[in-house]
C-alpha cells in the first residue's frame, strides 16, 4: 500500500488519472502473466504462487514515466 501511496504521490496526476493508470498496468500484467517465472511456494499451498507484486509496480513505474534509469 504504501509503495502505491509513494508512487501517486510522485507522479503529480488526479485521483482518477492515477487509477487509470493502476488499471492499464493490470491489464498488462494480467496479459503477460505466463512470462513471469519468479514463483513462492506458501505453506498449505499445494501448488506455487507467481510472484507478480513487482512485475506489476515496475510497469506501473514505468506507465507513470518513474522508472528508475541505471547510469553507468
Aim: net charge positive; aromatic share 10%.
Amino acid at each position: 500500500m504504501t509503495r502505491a501511496v509513494n508512487l501517486f504521490r510522485r507522479s503529480g496526476l488526479s485521483l482518477d488519472q492515477f487509477c487509470e493508470k493502476l488499471y492499464a498496468a493490470r491489464a498488462v500484467v494480467k496479459e503477460r502473466t505466463a512470462a513471469i517465472k519468479a514463483t513462492t511456494t506458501e505453506p498449505g499451498q499445494p501448488f506455487p504462487t507467481k510472484r507478480k507484486m513487482g512485475y506489476f509496480f515496475a510497469v506501473l513505474e514505468d506507465q507513470l514515466g518513474l522508472k528508475a534509469t541505471l547510469v553507468g
